[in-house]
């Protein structure tokens, strides 16, 4: 367990920090709730699982830096991502003690997270408003994306699928603001058979739609580094 002064020194310079659930709505640091169920710092390494498909979820923490993937294997044996998880965000929490995970969660890099003693955290939640608000709203905002994705596999081709995951990931890194989304460079540390895997697609047809995409002038690839264009041309394919 971190001393306490070495905590907020921590929280105090954390990138995360307006992200994390000690904050309230008016970016107070709640020193209460850090005594309280903060635990340590974890470090995991790129490809290591953090929770495995049947485990309970035994760790409830914050991502400082390094980005998750949640993923869950079919009958026929294909992998299925569900979800990726980028600073800020916060994995682990179910108020179910005997809740078994159907998915396997995995470090898509090298990972930091700020972790919690998850009675403690409980028991602060059952008291503190301003707590619970901010891990609802979390929750909310997290299923409201996966209907809107699954929404965009259904209805959509490959290269809308395309940009509305390059766009959501583009959002969730520059904290849902569009005017920082376009023309920014977005480094996303998922391979092509990854970007196949969360859109029901073929590395093949991947590769082939971001070449047309670059093509019409809607967005640039370098590597894994991707950049949004013109809001307008996405809006309009995405019918926004």
């Not at 979800?83 to 994995?91: E, L, M, Q, R």
């Not at 619970?132 to 994705?149: G, R």
């Not at 965009?152 to 005017?179: E, H, M, P, W």
């Amino acid at each position: 367990m971190l001393k306490t002064a070495n905590k907020l020194d921590r929280c105090k310079i954390c990138p995360v920090l307006n992200d994390c659930v000690c904050v309230d709505e008016v970016k107070n640091v709640d020193i209460e709730a850090i005594n309280s169920y903060k635990k340590n710092e974890i470090f995991y390494k790129r490809k290591e699982i953090i929770f495995f498909n049947g485990s309970k979820l035994h760790k409830v923490m914050t991502i400082i830096s390094g980005w998750v993937m949640e993923y869950r294997l079919l009958p026929d044996g294909q992998r299925s991502i569900v979800n990726i998880f980028t600073p800020g965000d916060f994995i682990g929490f179910n108020l179910d003690n005997n809740f078994l995970t159907k998915s396997t969660f995995v470090a898509v890099t090298d990972l930091k997270c700020c972790t919690y003693d998850k009675e403690f955290l409980l028991s602060f939640v059952n008291k503190t408003p301003t707590v619970s608000s901010k891990i609802i709203k979390k929750l909310t905002l997290n299923i409201e994306n996966m209907s809107s994705f699954l929404t965009s596999i259904g209805k959509t081709n490959s290269q809308s699928r395309i940009c509305f995951l390059i766009y959501n990931l583009a959002k969730k890194v520059y904290k849902y603001n569009d005017s920082n989304v376009i023309g920014k460079d977005i480094k996303i540390p998922l391979s092509q058979e990854d970007i196949a895997d969360i859109l029901g697609l073929t590395a093949v047809h991947v590769s082939r739609s971001l070449k047309m995409l670059c093509e019409k002038n809607m967005i640039s690839v370098s590597k894994k580094s991707y950049k949004i264009l013109s809001l307008n041309n996405i809006n309009n394919l995405l019918h926004l």
